[in-house]
């Protein structure tokens, strides 16, 4: 049985498919990076984002230039290195406090810098999409439309245009994601290979697994935790995947082994998988730490020197000074967003969020040339409606097509999207303030969620779950792969025809009020 699904995986990785991919790529680039400068100056929470970046590339600490003073951030460094990094290769400009710096790579506009990274890996994890669908789905169709859809979704592109950091924490959440998928792919492949070279599973001990040796070491389980390092190191939100996707790592080991006949596939998981498992916690955690190396070398540091907190006992100690010291920052910044309930005019509540309830405006002006009386300016943190409209009935719908095919794919999108969203309805109950982009990391899935459904449109199941046809009936089954392909390919298009009209409050277009005003479907909502 497992040989037969190693050679559906390895028919999965065709190279073919890279032109396909490299078309949906360029269509994403071109969206992010065309006129990135604009709007001018800094919007929405760049005015954070924006001078923490620099500041750490500056100073190795987020920096104060109003106090000349080191700054007290609630977020980790990582994204905020990211962004600098922008700034550093392009330049940065600061008029109020007299900063402009050339950029070392090219001199660009200064919000191309603070910009830069954030289409980049809003870009790449468009790619990710793509060949992590390819592989789940094993379709090149299956894995561009999803590409295809994240490339053009409003959400995604006003967040892959702007300096927050938010796309960097859905960048290294699908990553590991990503990495997770492979890491299943590799653990059969040991099993079948193993197999052929004439294992025994039965056998106790070393002679009933596949052989060791760093060379099969599970080198993409141990990348998930780096992974899950860096997105934890953006936002502490991405703590919320870790247990899932720890389960998936454990209950997929096991199905490897029960499908390898191994006669105690959950107790020798629990032997033999989560030592790997526990090492790529660890892994995680110090890849965190790592990214606050800039505030563990530095005397500048928020909270960093001792004699501001002799109260800390420990702060003055080598090592374990500047540790205890960062111990006591994250407390501080624990309490400050447990505490976080200030209401705010673009607020919103998780059920909201699938539903476009509140998005959030980025930049507004009623300023501008655009040929009528009154005229409107705005990006709005908006998701492409029909996308977005489609996310509850999909996840309905996967919920049947997973119970009934007892697939393995549904459940880890399933997982996936309840990680990133159910922990918020939990926190919501206390008033914490919350905004439409913290559901950001779940948006990969979602759209992953759409394009299962889609694919089960388009054609059967067949064996091992995919979605290649393979009936007794082949005329029927053309038949339906023709209705379905259809319906899928005029869906991913009304899509697309959907963004496309939305576009120019994605990206502050100037339009005539009335034009701006139509597009404001839920004008209460919206506006």
């Known amino acids: 049985m497992i040989r037969r699904r190693l050679a559906t995986v ?20 071109v969206l992010r990076f065309a006129n990135l400068s604009h709007p001018p100056g800094k919007i929405f929470d760049e005015v954070y984002y924006a001078r923490d970046g620099w500041g750490l590339i500056d100073k190795g600490v987020e920096w104060n230039y109003t106090n000349n003073a080191p700054s007290y951030v609630v977020h980790p460094p990582l994204g905020k290195w990211l962004i600098g990094f922008g700034e550093w290769a392009f330049g940065y400009s600061d008029a109020e406090h007299g900063i402009s710096v050339p950029g070392h790579l090219f001199t660009t506009a200064p919000e191309f810098g603070w910009r830069f990274s954030a289409a980049l ?38 967040l892959s245009r702007t300096a927050l950091l938010d796309i ?10 990503g990495a997770l998928v492979l890491d299943r792919d590799a653990t059969r492949r040991r099993w079948a290979r193993a197999l052929e070279s004439g294992l025994d599973p039965a056998a106790r001990g070393r002679a009933g697994r596949p052989p060791g040796g760093w060379r099969n070491w599970p080198w993409w389980r141990l990348a998930t935790g780096v992974l899950l390092g860096c997105a934890f190191a953006v936002k502490w939100s991405a703590l919320f995947f870790v247990p899932v996707f720890a389960l998936l790592m454990f209950l997929w080991d096991v199905g490897a082994r029960r499908s390898a006949g191994v006669p105690r596939p959950w107790r020798d998981t629990l032997l033999d998988g989560v030592p790997w498992m526990v090492l790529a916690g660890l892994l995680m955690a ?27 006992g420990l702060s003055d100690a080598p090592v374990v000074g500047p540790l205890w010291n960062l111990i006591q920052y994250h407390q501080a910044a624990l309490g400050f967003h447990s505490q976080l309930d200030d ?20 930049h507004w002006t009623g300023e501008g040339p655009c040929g009528a009386a009154s005229c409107a300016e705005e990006v709005l943190l908006l998701g492409t409606p029909l996308l977005w409209w489609s996310f509850l009935p999909a996840l309905v719908a996967l919920v049947w097509l997973g119970l009934a095919r007892r697939d393995w794919r549904a459940g880890a999108i399933l997982l996936a999207v309840a990680a990133g969203l159910l922990p918020w309805f939990w926190f919501a109950l206390d008033g914490r303030t919350m905004f439409s982009f913290y559901a950001a990391p779940t948006l990969p899935f979602l759209v992953l969620a759409v394009v299962y459904v889609l694919g089960a449109i388009a054609s ?26 259809v319906i899928a390919g005029a869906y991913v298009a009304l899509v697309v025809l959907c963004f496309a009209y939305f576009y120019p409050i994605f990206v502050g277009l100037v339009l005539p009020y009335e034009d701006w005003s139509a597009r404001m479907w839920l004008d209460g909502r919206w506006i």
Do not use: N
């Not at 390895?10 to 680039?29: C, H, P, Q």
């Open 10 to 29: 390895e028919a999965g990785l065709d190279d073919r498919s890279w032109l396909a991919t490299a078309v949906v790529v360029v269509i994403a680039a």
């Open 121 to 158: 890996l809003g870009t790449l994890s468009v790619l990710l999409l793509v060949r992590i669908g390819r592989r789940m789905f094993r379709s090149t169709v299956l894995g561009c439309a999803a590409g295809l859809l994240l490339a053009v979704d409003g959400f995604h592109l006003v």
């Open 168 to 177: 960097f924490l859905l960048f290294f959440i699908l990553a590991a994601f």
């Open 286 to 312: 110090v890849t965190y730490v790592g990214t606050w190396s800039g505030w563990l070398f530095s005397q500048e540091g928020y909270y960093r020197l001792a004699e501001r907190y002799p109260d800390a």
């Open 343 to 362: 209401p705010h005019k673009y607020q919103s509540w998780p059920w909201q969020w699938l539903l476009l309830g509140r998005p959030v405006a980025f």
């Open 460 to 485: 059967p199941a067949g064996p091992s779950g995919t979605l290649a046809v393979t009936g007794a009936d082949e005329e029927a089954s053309r038949d339906r792969r023709l209705v379905g392909g």
